[in-house]
């Protein structure tokens, strides 16, 4: 039988989706990229042996929050790097309420568990009004389709992450930069809440109609909605023989504007 991998005497958890960073040139690029001041909260999600933690600790921060699922990885981190700044808190950051970091504004440094990825970055869109900025680590292809505007990849995880935040690519990290070293290429990202967003009329139901654009990427708008309710206003488009992919965050707004002009006009003739 394999026996699990172990890093400082603990077994390193495949349900945790565990790989521990052990480049340091990188732990310092996501420090380096941020403002940090003696004002400033940051929050780690997922510290492992603390590889990450310990350098924000060197910096001039007034206080780091770390959310670790698994408690010996807390419990060595809070033994090994005691510091009065730093607070560890043993839960699922997907199952915190964030109320409590209403406080200030906070920076995000992370490298996330690629298992869990979109589900934190939905929730960090959800609680964006809480962050100032952040670095986070990825898969390669994760940021690419975060950062595309056109072609292969380009879709609704586009246009989403990006109406809601600004994106930076940094650097590219080979699966050797771990242990145990993963089977995909990472990517650090920079993001940052957009100040000035476009507004969105019935805006949920404007992103359920994104993912239908989008349903098979290489179909033009009409075939992807031929059988939806949007198909007759489709059809008589300048979009319709259009690809999804082919479009910008700009044209959908038109169209939607199109769609809802139409709506409108019908529900005043009935």
């Given at each position: ?6 890093l400082?005497g603990?077994?390193?958890k495949k ?5 521990f960073?052990?480049q ?12 940090i001041?003696?004002?400033?909260s940051i929050?780690?999600?997922g510290c ?6 310990r350098?924000?600790?060197?910096t001039?921060?007034?206080r ?7 408690q ?29 970091f ?15 990825t979109?589900?934190i ?7 964006k ?11 390669e292809?994760v ?15 586009s246009?989403f992450f990006?109406?809601h935040?600004?994106?930076?690519l ?10 145990p070293?993963?089977a995909?290429d ?7 809440p ?6 969105i009329?019935e805006?949920?139901s404007?992103?359920k109609f994104?993912k239908l654009?989008?349903g ?5 708008l ?5 059988h939806t ?5 489709i059809?008589?488009?300048e979009?319709a023989?259009?690809?999804a992919?082919?479009m910008?965050m ?7 504007d199109?769609i809802?002009l139409q709506?409108?006009t019908?529900q005043q003739?009935?």
């Amino acid at each position: 039988m394999k026996r699990n991998p172990h890093l400082q005497g603990i077994a390193v958890k495949k349900q945790y989706g565990q790989h521990f960073l052990r480049q340091q040139n990188v732990v310092d690029a996501m420090v380096n990229k941020v403002t940090i001041t003696e004002h400033s909260s940051i929050f780690e999600i997922g510290c492992g042996d603390g590889f990450l933690t310990r350098a924000i600790l060197q910096t001039a921060c007034a206080r780091l929050w770390v959310f670790e699922i698994d408690q010996e990885w807390a419990e060595y981190v809070k033994s090994h790097y005691p510091d009065p700044r730093m607070t560890i808190f043993e839960e699922n950051i997907l199952d915190v309420d964030f109320t409590r970091f209403q406080t200030t504004k906070w920076t995000l440094l992370a490298n996330l568990p690629y298992q869990i990825t979109f589900p934190i970055l939905h929730m960090l869109q959800r609680n964006k009004h809480l962050l100032d900025e952040g670095v986070i680590m990825v898969q390669e292809e994760v940021a690419q389709k975060i950062i595309k505007s056109s072609g292969r990849g380009y879709g609704f995880v586009s246009l989403f992450f990006q109406h809601h935040f600004e994106w930076q690519l940094m650097m590219k990290i080979s699966p050797g930069a771990f242990f145990p070293p993963p089977a995909v290429d990472s990517r650090l990202l920079y993001f940052k809440p957009r100040s000035n967003m476009a507004i969105i009329a019935e805006e949920e139901s404007f992103w359920k109609f994104i993912k239908l654009c989008f349903g098979q990427p290489r179909r033009t708008l009409k075939n992807n909605l031929a059988h939806t309710h949007y198909a007759a206003i489709i059809s008589k488009s300048e979009f319709a023989a259009l690809r999804a992919q082919q479009m910008v965050m700009a044209d959908f707004l038109q169209l939607w504007d199109q769609i809802l002009l139409q709506n409108h006009t019908q529900q005043q003739q009935q």
